[in-house]
């Protein structure tokens, strides 16, 4: 690529994100990297300004869901790909690091052996070919991108080859993330069963319930939300996404176009899988623990639910539904924990039938009312048309 | 997957003749929607063809579109490309440009997105990333975006437009295609007869540069296109010549006035 357009395809990079979303993700950017942390590690627990473990490890695991809600407006937002298995990426993800955290923990396991805990329950002697060079952080890493990737690379390319598109395609999503977890559910299949992998002790040499480790993660979690937030604008904002919303609107009447759906879509899609894929990695090891009911269909259907909280279609949204449904969550499941169920079932009729675009549909449709009001006293001549646009 | 190709398939015209459908038959559970047919399209070209309800003239389009596939029959874009053979996506990159019955334009794209989407030189998914229509796109949008009459619209959402307009807008997508041959079903369904008018003109001068295909049921209009008129009935060719001795043919007569 030569240097002028090198430097063009940059400054659409920044383009497409408007000032104040700049402004917006920087605020958040310095929340992440320097007040949460001084206030979790500086100041003391008795202060009213400390930040707890709780709280960050929270905030750690919702910035990682936030990734996922992103990650799915990406495909059903833009692109029309209503994914109810987007929780398999994510697992994926998440299994891929685990079992370089599960090697990790060396001989302080309970039977202070060379294998896993469950291996050595299971009496086995050696690895699995799966588990090969997963010693080695910089071999799981890649692995967290290409399991997904490749999952999603193959999986995409017969559906949308096949053109199996809208509810019969968000009900294969459903029933490939269900195989996938009767599978890891199996002793044999080498990951742990239904207990998945936990009690970790380090990462990448550091323990991994120390204040400092727990900080990091938070604040690469928050990084990797705003980077998904920045890379996904300027995809929908370039000539390539306004294909996507064509692709969204008329696939066929793109066809005749000359354009070939299948490509955009599978680029789209894996690229949506892979981001799964990392927030679930930056999740394992907040959360402790991954088993397989993270591919549970329900799971994936609760991402689903956060998009459409937040408002298809506009990224930001997305995060912000996984915020405030999971804020939710957090309350419900400690006051009242047998109702968060029948709670999120209702948010999402209530969603579907009152805000059909969701918060974001609501505030946008409240901030035009309001300009309107304050241009009236001005404008003497005010048109319809201006007041509209 | 062939449709990958970077260079578009060349059409070879040295004949003068830009498409050969030739004893095309297609049946759908055994009723033949085209049966034996038999049509040549010369380049630059005006081509009308008319015909009831049932006669193939959807079922023809996409045949020449690749939508569907004959079971017997031979169509040819050119004197080397086998429709038969190729991909939509690749006879759409070739220069066929198609227009539906119903106007098919991405309501929630501008009007100005629409003409890029329909304009861009490369429709690859990797170049897509990063290519930003030239001063020589935008200059061509303009030019359609005039011819189409809607240069006051061009940043409203096609979604918004009168039906008039929608059909515009959709022959200025093809017109961004820049085809070779352009086929036309029924351009004019539910206009005023002030845009039927308007239409016209614009089709009229479509012609000549480039062939194209009209299918209508409006004899009316089918005259103020002018042009030689292909008459359908049940999958073949009934008749085919000026509009005035077509008309005069009792066949045609029989097959418009007899039911």
């Not at chain 1, 928050?222 to 890379?231: G, N, P």
């Not at chain 1, 088993?291 to 639910?305: D, G, Q, R, T, W």
């Not at chain 2, 000026?242 to 008309?247: A, G, M, N, T």
Request: aromatic share 10%.
């Amino acid at each position: 690529m030569d240097p002028s357009a090198r430097r063009s395809l940059l400054a659409a990079f920044l383009r497409a994100t408007p000032r104040a979303g700049w402004w917006g993700l920087g605020m958040a950017a310095g929340l992440a990297f320097a007040v949460v942390p001084a206030l979790h590690l500086w100041v003391p627990v008795s202060s009213p300004l400390h930040v707890s473990d709780y709280t960050v490890a929270v905030a750690g695991k919702i910035a990682c869901y936030a990734t996922v809600a992103v990650a799915l407006d990406l495909v059903w937002g833009y692109a029309g790909i209503l994914s109810l298995g987007h929780g398999l990426f994510f697992a994926l993800g998440g299994y891929a690091f685990g079992m370089y955290l599960m090697r990790a923990i060396g001989r302080d396991g309970v039977y202070h052996a060379d294998l896993p805990d469950f291996m050595v329950f299971l009496d086995w002697k050696a690895y699995p070919w799966t588990w090969a060079g997963t010693q080695h952080a910089a071999w799981a890493l890649a692995l967290v991108v290409l399991v997904p990737g490749v999952v999603a690379l193959v999986f995409g390319w017969f559906a949308f080859r096949s053109r199996i598109r809208g509810v019969y395609f968000s009900i294969i999503t459903q029933a490939l993330t269900y195989a996938a977890m009767l599978l890891f559910f199996r002793n044999a299949t080498g990951f742990g069963g239904n207990n998945g992998f936990t009690d970790f002790k380090r990462i990448f040499g550091f323990p991994i319930s120390a204040p400092g480790t727990r900080v990091a993660l938070f604040a690469a979690s928050v990084l990797m939300l705003l980077a998904t937030l920045v890379l996904c604008r300027w995809l929908v904002e370039s000539p390539f996404g306004r294909v996507l919303r064509a692709v969204r609107d008329g696939e066929s009447r793109l066809r005749c176009l000359g354009y070939d759906p299948l490509r955009f879509k599978l680029l789209v899609w894996t690229l949506s899988a892979v981001l799964c894929g990392i927030a679930g990695a930056l999740y394992v090891p907040q959360v402790g623990i991954i088993n397989p009911s993270e591919m549970s269909p329900a799971n994936s259907i609760e991402i689903a639910i956060w998009v459409a909280v937040g408002g298809r279609g506009t990224l930001l949204g997305a995060a912000l539904g996984a915020v405030l449904v999971n804020l939710a969550k957090s309350w419900f499941t400690q006051a009242v924990p047998e109702l968060w169920l029948f709670f999120l079932g209702a948010l999402f009729v209530a969603v579907t039938l009152f805000l059909p675009d969701g918060v974001v549909g609501l505030l946008r449709k409240l901030r035009p009312a309001r300009r309107a009001r304050a241009a009236r006293p001005a404008g003497a001549k005010g048109s319809i048309e201006e007041v509209v646009a | 997957m062939t449709a990958t190709l970077a260079a578009p398939l060349q059409v070879d015209t040295s004949h003068g003749v830009v498409l050969y459908l030739e004893e095309i038959t297609v049946s759908f559970d055994g009723f033949k929607a085209l049966d034996r047919l038999t049509l040549y399209v010369n380049v630059g070209e005006l081509r009308c063809v008319i015909g009831p309800n049932g006669a193939g003239k959807t079922t023809m389009m996409d045949v020449i579109t690749g939508r569907t596939r004959p079971d017997q029959g031979r169509a040819f874009f050119g004197q080397t490309l086998d429709l038969t053979r190729l991909s939509e996506v690749e006879i759409a990159r070739a220069g066929i440009g198609r227009k539906f019955q119903k106007p098919t334009v991405f309501e929630n794209h501008t009007v100005l997105e629409n003409l890029e989407l329909a304009g861009a030189r490369d429709r690859r998914a990797r170049r897509a990333l990063t290519a930003e229509p030239g001063p020589e796109d935008r200059r061509r949008m303009e030019e359609v975006l005039e011819l189409v009459r809607l240069e006051g619209e061009a940043h409203r959402p096609a979604g918004l437009l009168s039906h008039g307009q929608k059909q515009w807008l959709e022959i200025g997508m093809l017109l961004m295609q820049d085809p070779k041959l352009l086929l036309l079903d029924e351009p004019v369904a539910g206009l005023t007869d002030e845009e039927t008018e308007r239409s016209a003109e614009l089709i009229r001068s479509l012609a000549g540069s480039r062939s194209v295909v009209v299918v209508e049921h409006d004899m009316d209009f089918v005259g103020r296109l002018g042009g030689t008129v292909t008459v359908l009935d049940e999958g073949a060719v009934l008749a085919e010549g000026p509009l005035e001795k077509v008309q005069a043919d009792p066949r045609v007569i029989e097959v418009y006035l007899g039911r």
